[in-house]
């Protein structure tokens, strides 16, 4: 005999910083360990990048919460905890806060919700399976008892549809060569016939790079990118949010930086030897949307920081556009985070997360590498 559904009886609303003593007793009753303290809870309410959402019952009584955190330059937002007063199990108070979750996550312009099951919690792995979540990961030894972690995601409203590039993906192979990388995939979306390889991904490094970044092998700048791609043909256009040196204020060593500051200055004699259009400002988000329409694939530099906590400049491809959401190919995937291809792939990001991210350094570099089609067929790729 199948279950029969069971209505409601319950309201949905934000927490306000006078139900930290209740939510204190809900997690007592719902947890034996790894619980939420009152200082926390305090600070998720009042001050936290997050969102404290309760189950109410007709008398007022919570019977359920909710913990939603947002990351801060993401499209990605976690359920930290769901618990669900042990009386009111059973009732759908628990499906009703990941649904609370959700839509805090939409309205957040979050594309994706992630989460973290005990391995020994079935019913709330039952739960997540039955809404849509996908298990995609494990931590082991994850919780105060040694229990290790199931991880879950869902995409928040598979109804978008957004106008995408078909840019095919490659990954890049060496942790410098994101902007090769990101080349390779620019080149590919506008010529079908290229055959990417670790080849042409270290040729296109070596005419790149700028030889020495902050540390490791150099990185590759927007010079650089789109000289490579001009000498195969492709039309491109400089966007950059400032003159001079790039990206030498992080560069301690004085050798270093005379070094960057040479090899820039030859690059950009080249840039105009070859008639590449730049333009110096900051590139408006309608601007970017337009000229992505109109054919153009846009390279764009990125603060790594946002989103793997390393200070570095990352280049990554801007795939398409909707209402809510920048969408890029990422040559990095981060396999130690249980990553894989698809999760690098047409990437949602926020517009105004995306804002945030692609500024880089101390004065907030802006550099986008727009690459066009071919004016003939005679590049050398």
Request: hydrophobic letters at 40%; glycine letters at 8%; one cysteine or more.
């Amino acid at each position: 005999m199948c279950a029969q559904p069971v209505a409601r009886s319950f309201a949905i609303r934000d927490a306000v910083l006078e139900d930290v003593p209740t939510l204190l007793d809900v997690e007592a009753a719902s947890f034996e360990d790894d619980r939420i303290s009152r200082r926390q809870y305090r600070h998720l309410i009042s001050r936290g990048n997050a969102s404290v959402r309760l189950a109410v019952a007709p008398d007022g009584e919570i019977v359920g919460s909710v913990v939603v955190l947002f990351s801060r330059s993401t499209a990605t937002a976690r359920i930290y905890s769901v618990a669900v007063a042990p009386a009111r199990r059973g009732q759908g108070v628990g499906r009703a806060l990941v649904e609370a979750a959700e839509a805090e996550a939409w309205a957040n312009e979050r594309a994706w919700l992630r989460s973290e099951i005990r391995r020994d919690n079935e019913a709330s792995i039952r739960l997540f399976e039955s809404m849509g979540y996908r298990r995609f990961g494990e931590y082991a030894d994850y919780y105060s008892d040694h229990m290790g972690a199931l991880r879950y995601e869902k995409a928040i409203d598979t109804r978008l549809r957004p106008d995408l590039a078909r840019v095919p993906y490659y990954r890049q192979t060496l942790e410098f060569t994101c902007g090769p990388a990101a080349l390779i995939m620019a080149f590919k979306a506008l010529d079908p016939t290229l055959a990417p390889d670790r080849t042409l991904e270290l040729r296109l490094w070596r005419e790149a790079t700028t030889i020495f970044m902050t540390s490791g092998h150099g990185g590759c700048g927007p010079h650089g990118l789109a000289l490579a791609a001009s000498r195969r043909g492709f039309d491109v256009e400089l966007h950059l949010s400032e003159r001079g040196g790039l990206m030498l204020a992080s560069v301690r060593s004085t050798e270093k930086k005379e070094v960057m500051a040479l090899v820039q200055a030859d690059m950009e004699r080249e840039v105009a030897e070859r008639g590449i259009s730049i333009d110096y400002g900051r590139v408006a988000s309608d601007t970017l949307e337009r000229r992505f329409r109109q054919g153009a694939i846009p390279l764009v530099l990125i603060s790594s920081w946002s989103i793997y906590g390393t200070r570095a400049p990352h280049w990554v491809v801007v795939t398409g556009f909707d209402d809510h959401f920048v969408y890029v190919n990422d040559p990095y995937i981060d396999e130690a985070e249980g990553e894989v291809a698809s999760d690098s792939i047409n990437m949602p990001i926020g517009r105004s997360q995306f804002d945030r991210m692609s500024r880089y350094g101390r004065k907030g570099l802006q550099a986008v590498v727009f690459i066009g089609a071919r004016a003939s067929e005679e590049g050398d790729a």
